[in-house]
């Protein structure tokens, strides 16, 4: 990997034939190397009040609620709050306000992995029976190793895929329990990519149990307070939520309460801006693990089949000096994303507190800035546009208006699969529209017609309206076009 070293000479004989410009280059580098006093680049500069505007417009759009953080070659260009951290009582945000962080957790949750690797008191390739003995008798699972955990490539399914409705109040027991007792993988260890959640929480068991330390202490001592990252805490009890965090609310202006994580590791931790900003440009050092054990971190898993871009807690892309990696968090309306492009060491992270924020198309857009080029603003949400439609018209006339904003907005609004799952779950279990929900999912089965999720989708709300049948058929849709669709395969066994 390119770690970006830069080097600076200055002959004394070259001086005479130096231009501005190059000495502009080379302080600059300077500057970068050794951290001392600070450098206004023009251009830098410019990019900076765009990326201001970019932000501004999207905020007052409505699709930007929280904090954003925009650094080139360790220096930040960009830092900005805003919205609310609480509607309730008018608490505005901060560049300083923790937010939930959900997946990006696994990152740390690796990096506790690899320190104890270094400290040869564990192996990548160990297998997880030898910390975890209730899966060596499993058949399934005897063979999944810390490696497969860390890679999703396990085999484990995802809670969702197991039918655990409330996977927060997992404790240790329960949760190895709960996996045990299914003894259900989606393939063998090492065939496929198929993302898990329960495989990070084990990874924290293996954690507690070869460091002998709670994975919040853990994470705190070996990882927060050294690289001075403040501000970030481990949420695994009720008292452990920090003072003053951001509250999270779901598309529609709803407040939602996260709930503490018996067992963290695949989410779970607080955090701000500014800490994750010190947590990447530790990652270019050794402070934590050398640089050669990072590349391990950095390097796609290999599958047996298909193909994967995911290493150790983090999702990759390009390839040499265009490599990166970035991840994405999503809990209780909390969003989180963070990307590093190592040939100008670029940083973007995005904490936001109202959900469907499009952080990965903001992220694109920033970089488009950040490259001189032109670049288009995301795309509204259309669950929103639909939803109001839905309180003020009815069902009917909002999907007629899914019609319309599809044939002449479809490049304004974001009218995809998700938009229409994100509103029908709205409606069947927010607002006990069940009839709208079926509507909706019935609009996204026909706009997605080969999508299982769609279906299982359907099937759900067939199934809290009491049409049996028809939740039945739909989720037999569901598993034909995805025979490893775990929770309509579930659901059609319960209905049997």
């Known amino acids: 990997m390119d770690d970006n070293t830069y080097q600076v000479a200055c002959r004394s004989s070259m001086v005479g034939v130096f231009s501005h410009r190059m000495w502009a280059a080379v302080i600059t580098t300077w500057l970068v190397l050794f951290g001392r006093g600070s450098y206004s680049d023009p251009s830098r500069d410019a990019s900076a009040r765009e990326i201001g505007r970019l932000m501004e417009t999207l905020s007052s759009r409505?699709?930007?609620?929280?904090?954003?953080?925009?650094?080139?070659?360790?220096?930040?260009?960009?830092?900005?709050?805003?919205?609310?951290?609480?509607?309730?009582d008018g608490r505005k945000l901060t560049e300083d306000t923790p937010f939930n962080i959900a997946s990006v957790t696994k990152q740390f949750t690796a990096m506790a992995i690899m320190m104890l690797?270094?400290?040869?008191?564990?192996?990548?390739?160990?297998?997880?029976?030898?910390?975890?003995?209730?899966?060596?008798?499993?058949?399934?699972?005897?063979?999944?190793?810390?490696?497969?955990?860390?890679?999703h490539t396990s085999g484990i399914p995802d809670f969702g895929d197991l039918a655990v409705e409330d996977d927060t109040r997992l404790t240790e027991t329960s949760l190895i329990a709960t996996l045990v007792a299914k003894d259900a993988l989606f393939s063998s260890p090492g065939?496929?990519?198929?993302?898990?959640?329960?495989?990070?929480?084990?990874?924290?068991?293996?954690?507690?149990?070869?460091?002998?330390?709670?994975?919040?202490?853990?994470?705190?001592?070996?990882?927060?307070?050294?690289?001075?990252?403040?501000?970030?805490?481990?949420?695994?009890?009720?008292?452990?939520?920090?003072?003053?965090?951001?509250?999270?609310y779901d598309p529609f202006g709803q407040r939602l309460d996260v709930v503490a994580v018996a067992v963290p590791g695949d989410g779970g931790i607080f955090s701000t801006i500014?800490?994750?900003?010190k947590w990447d440009q530790a990652l270019y050092t050794d402070r934590l693990v050398r640089q050669s054990t990072l590349v391990q971190a950095f390097t796609p898993a290999v599958v047996r089949e298909g193909t994967s871009t995911y290493g150790f807690g983090w999702n990759i892309a390009g390839s040499g000096a265009g490599k990166y990696v970035w991840h994405t968090g999503n809990q209780a309306g909390f969003r989180a994303f963070i990307e590093r492009r190592f040939d100008d060491r670029t940083t973007v992270i995005l904490l936001t507190n109202v959900g469907n924020s499009k952080r990965v198309e903001i992220c694109d857009a920033l970089l488009e800035i950040l490259a001189g080029r032109p670049y288009r603003l995301p795309r509204r949400s259309g669950a929103e546009a639909l939803y109001t439609r839905i309180r003020v018209s009815g069902v009917d006339a909002a999907i007629r208006e899914f019609s319309e904003l599809k044939a002449a907005h479809g490049d304004d609004y974001d009218l995809g699969e998700s938009e229409l799952n994100t509103l029908?779950?709205?409606?069947?279990?927010?607002?006990?529209?069940?009839?709208?929900?079926?509507?909706?999912?019935?609009?996204?089965?026909?706009?997605?017609?080969?999508?299982?999720?769609?279906?299982?989708?359907?099937?759900?709300?067939?199934?809290?309206?009491?049409?049996?049948?028809?939740?039945?058929?739909?989720?037999?849709?569901?598993?034909?076009?995805?025979?490893?669709?775990?929770?309509?395969?579930?659901?059609?066994?319960?209905?049997?």
Do not use: W
Not at 78 to 84: E, P
Not at 195 to 206: D, F, I, K, T
Not at 224 to 236: C, E, K, R, S
């Open 274 to 277: 500014d800490d994750l900003f």
């Open 191 to 248: 065939r496929q990519y198929r993302y898990s959640n329960p495989g990070y929480r084990l990874l924290a068991v293996v954690i507690e149990r070869v460091s002998r330390m709670a994975y919040s202490s853990f994470l705190r001592s070996r990882i927060f307070q050294p690289l001075g990252m403040l501000h970030t805490v481990v949420y695994d009890r009720p008292e452990a939520l920090p003072a003053r965090c951001a509250v999270g």
């Open 117 to 151: 690797a270094e400290k040869k008191q564990l192996d990548y390739d160990d297998l997880l029976s030898r910390y975890i003995p209730e899966f060596a008798s499993l058949p399934h699972a005897s063979g999944i190793t810390l490696r497969h955990l860390l890679t």
């Open 62 to 88: 409505g699709q930007f609620s929280g904090c954003a953080l925009v650094a080139e070659h360790g220096h930040v260009l960009y830092r900005k709050a805003f919205g609310f951290a609480d509607t309730a």
């Open 424 to 496: 029908g779950y709205q409606l069947l279990y927010g607002d006990k529209r069940v009839a709208d929900a079926v509507a909706i999912f019935k609009l996204n089965t026909i706009e997605h017609s080969t999508s299982s999720n769609a279906f299982d989708s359907l099937g759900e709300a067939y199934r809290v309206h009491s049409d049996i049948e028809l939740a039945r058929q739909s989720y037999q849709t569901a598993v034909k076009l995805d025979p490893q669709n775990r929770h309509a395969s579930t659901m059609l066994k319960e209905l049997k």
